[in-house]
């Protein structure tokens, strides 16, 4: 049987070890998406990133042994995030359109609550890791967290007699969300993006109720 200790029977040192070293990790990582965001990946150094977190570069070795390690510690846990908060508002929805929406837009709003990851995601005219071979093998990491959400996708619409198909209304609705990330990354007001939006939840509608061109 394991003898470690659980966090209620640690000292409050020992607590307070534990949140210290929390909050620098998650200094380190808040550093690096905002220098990953503004300068590119090639561009930010390991340098950069301890002086943006305003900790020692040894310090920053003690979590992270690289940048790539930092770079997608970031995209995972991000990435996985959002869709657990996604999978929580619309797992229990049985009308296509109603996920739809759901989903689009609280995309929307994470997207203004977190436009340096949107960045991150979509690095206009910046360098990135995104597409490369480490690139396919953490989104491995990533469709795991997202399969119940497709699962539930394709059995609603089936349920639903849809005339679109699970893969279908996924591809379509990436490119809607790709459209509005950009929209974000380039300055656009939420106002904007969110009138765009329904417009094209208006589309998807309009094929999910079968009445599309």
Known sequence: ?????????????QRRREE??????????????????RQGYTETTLTGIANQARLGKATLYYY????????WTIY?????????????????????????????????EYGFRNPDFLRLIFP????????TEAHRQYQQQVDQVRQPLD??????????R?????????????????????????????ETVRNEAERLLSL????LEGDGA
Do not use: C
């Open 76 to 108: 995972t846990e991000e990435t996985t995030a959002y869709y657990r908060r996604i999978a929580e508002q619309i797992l229990d929805i049985r009308d296509p359109v109603e996920i739809v929406r759901n989903y689009v837009l609280e995309y929307i």
């Open 204 to 207: 998807v509608t309009s094929q």
């Open 162 to 190: 849809s005339p679109l198909t699970g893969d279908e209304l996924t591809s379509l609705l990436w490119t809607i969300m790709s459209g509005l990330s950009l929209k974000i990354v380039q300055g656009s007001s939420q």
């Open 20 to 37: 210290e070293r929390d909050l620098r990790r998650e200094a380190i990582l808040h550093a690096a998406l905002h220098l990953f965001a």
């Open 64 to 71: 992270f042994p690289d940048k790539e390690t930092i770079f």
């Open 1 to 13: 049987m394991s003898r470690k200790k659980t966090k209620e029977s640690k000292s409050p040192q």
């Open 124 to 131: 206009v005219g910046k360098s990135s890791l995104l597409g």
């Open 151 to 160: 699962i539930h996708l394709h059995e609603v619409l089936e349920q639903n």
